[in-house]
Nanobody
């Protein structure tokens, strides 16, 4: 059974930090690119960050570059992906979703990702 379990969201003041986690199991996710997307109310889901299957390459949306980092640990049965978010802004407020793509390559297109977490709410107050 495939599971992507997102956690770590919460309420934080502008300028603060949060770390999101995603535990992925049920597939050989060590062969998958992993990513984070977010969706604010009334807006489409958008790409935030991604990491290659090996962890050797990372990619970021321009809006978060320099503030967010992504990392992963590839254990035998579970892959854990982290999104460290620093210098948070009110415009970062959204539900954040972990995603997995059955490719070593990432994509910014929501349609190209195969599995999704349930989402975790991040709220940044001004």
């Amino acid at each position: 059974q495939v599971q992507l379990v997102d956690s770590g969201g919460g309420l934080v003041q502008a300028g603060g930090s949060l770390r999101l986690s995603c535990a992925a199991s049920g597939r050989t996710f060590s062969n998958y690119a992993m990513g984070w997307f977010r969706q604010a109310p009334g807006k489409e889901r958008e790409f935030v960050a991604a990491i290659s299957a090996s962890g050797g390459s990372t990619y970021f949306a321009d809006s978060v570059k320099g503030r967010f980092t992504i990392s992963r640990t590839n254990a035998k049965n579970t892959v854990t992906v982290y999104l460290r978010m620093n210098s948070l802004k009110p415009e970062d407020t959204a539900v954040y979703y972990c995603a997995a793509r059955s490719s070593v390559y990432y994509s910014r297109d929501v349609a190209n990702w195969n599995y999704w977490g349930q989402g975790t709410q991040v709220t940044v107050s001004s």
